[in-house]
């Protein structure tokens, strides 16, 4: 087995397997399992030429890659048949290529994932082999996150017609390329047996009606005294609707931080507020960890503003003061140089803010990959998308932080049937 210290033994086991083979491989496994770990320590210490991309702006970032579409120079929306262009310097990067890595791969649809291969084998001049030859990585877990849906009805009959269902894993390119699933099971997030049953049981949409009354009977209790609980809600307006009640119950002047950007950096892949609105006493949410490399904080912290100083703010976490200064968020694009023949990433847009949100809410989609010790989910008049709940509950360390806005209903826990069909091979 390869050097892997800061790897479990299953991971690393994984890790060799992508390794010291050229197989594609499909990463995936419940929430807190270490999937993000396992991606991360591959990016790094990987021998192979390894590019990293994501389905959208803030997905790449949080990976340190490139967006798909603009890694291959994609259109947006159905791709199906039309003409793909392959300028020199895109042919070029691409033969360089060795692996590549795609995370939140349940957010690609089949028609996408066909134009990656398409577009592999077209510019590397090798359109017999999947993909041009290039070892595909995919990590995610599809009863975490779905594909978009089109909007327009010609595109959802496009799908209909063509593919057995939107997801990735019924694209038309696995009939040729056999993909080996290698699933994660040790959980790092949760201890306690009895809420890792409960999780299985609703990630697989299998909950008996002893395990909801478990869930709701916790879920029933007020948060103690002298705590707050993080509302995890299934809507951009509930969250802001909460964030800006907290915010105006404050006394004292906000306080305003405006990013500031260089480069074409996307608004739609801002990854924090480009006009954050601060008060003392407000709640906020770290979205980087500490980049002083002293550990002070990690992403997903919650603290107390506590106080303001010349481009800085003072945040409380867990009665210690802590002076956070604004962080720079880079946007890469990946290059291929052929004097060192080497692929690079290179720097061509930065984002620089307080890596603070307000945190009285945040949606459930945007507390993927975040950990909680307590939670309050508001489903509201319920969950419309499969996985939601089970992110929402999954986000909790122990059934003992669970707060529920409202009892769990049947009809809120969704698992997708192609996902289990899929899954349960």
């Known amino acids: ?26 990463v995936t496994g419940r929430a807190g399992t270490g ?4 991606l991360a320590h591959l990016a790094a210490r990987s021998s192979k ?9 803030v997905a790449a970032l949080n990976v340190g890659g490139q967006t798909i579409h603009s890694l291959l120079r994609l259109p947006i929306g159905v791709i199906a048949d039309q003409p793909l262009p392959h300028p020199a310097e895109l042919r070029e990067l691409l033969r360089s290529i060795e692996t590549l890595v795609v995370d939140e791969v349940s957010m690609v649809n089949a028609d996408l994932m066909d134009a990656i291969d398409r577009t592999l084998r077209e510019a590397r001049n090798r359109r017999q082999e999947p993909f041009g030859g290039v070892q ?21 009959a496009y ?35 009895e809420f890792t049953r409960i999780l299985n049981a609703v990630r697989f949409d299998e909950v008996t009606q002893e395990m909801a009354d478990v869930l709701n009977g916790y879920g029933a209790r007020p948060v103690p005294p002298g705590e707050d609980a993080i509302t995890l809600a299934t809507t951009n307006a509930t969250v802001a609707a909460i964030n800006a009640r907290g915010l105006a119950g404050l006394r004292g002047d906000v306080r305003t931080s ?12 801002f990854p924090a507020e480009e006009t954050l609105e601060l008060k003392p006493g407000a709640r906020v949410m770290f979205l980087r960890n500490d980049v002083s490399g002293d550990a002070r904080w990690v992403n997903g912290t919650t603290g107390i503003v506590v106080g303001f100083g010349e481009g800085s703010v003072t945040v409380e976490v867990e009665g210690v003061d802590h002076e956070v200064g604004p962080t720079t968020w880079e946007r890469f694009r990946y290059e291929y140089d052929p004097v060192t023949k080497q692929l690079k990433k290179d720097v061509v847009a930065e984002f620089t803010q307080l890596p603070l949100r307000l945190a009285w809410a945040v949606t459930i989609h945007k507390s993927q990959g975040q950990t909680y010790d307590r939670a309050r989910i508001d489903l509201g008049s319920g969950a419309f998308a499969p996985g939601q709940t089970y992110v929402a509950l999954s986000r909790l360390r122990t059934l003992d932080g669970l707060h529920l806005s409202r009892p769990l209903r049947r009809r809120d826990v969704i698992a997708d049937p192609d996902v289990r069909r899929f899954m349960g091979r």
């Open 1 to 26: 087995m390869l050097d892997a210290p800061d790897l479990t033994a299953e991971q690393a086991a994984i890790f060799d397997a992508i390794e010291l083979s050229m197989e594609h491989v499909f």
């Open 35 to 38: 999937k993000s770990t396992l």
């Open 49 to 57: 030429r390894l590019a990293v991309a994501a389905p959208t702006g």
């Open 136 to 156: 595909i990585v995919l990590f995610g877990d599809p009863y975490q996150l779905a594909p978009v849906p089109p909007n327009d009805p010609h595109e959802r």
């Open 159 to 193: 799908f209909r017609d063509r593919y057995r269902s939107p997801w990735f894993f019924d694209a038309h390119v696995w009939q040729d390329a056999p993909l080996a699933v290698h699933q994660l099971e040790e959980i790092h997030r949760q201890r306690d047996p």
């Open 258 to 269: 405006i990013a500031e950007i260089e480069g074409e950096f996307g608004r739609g892949a």
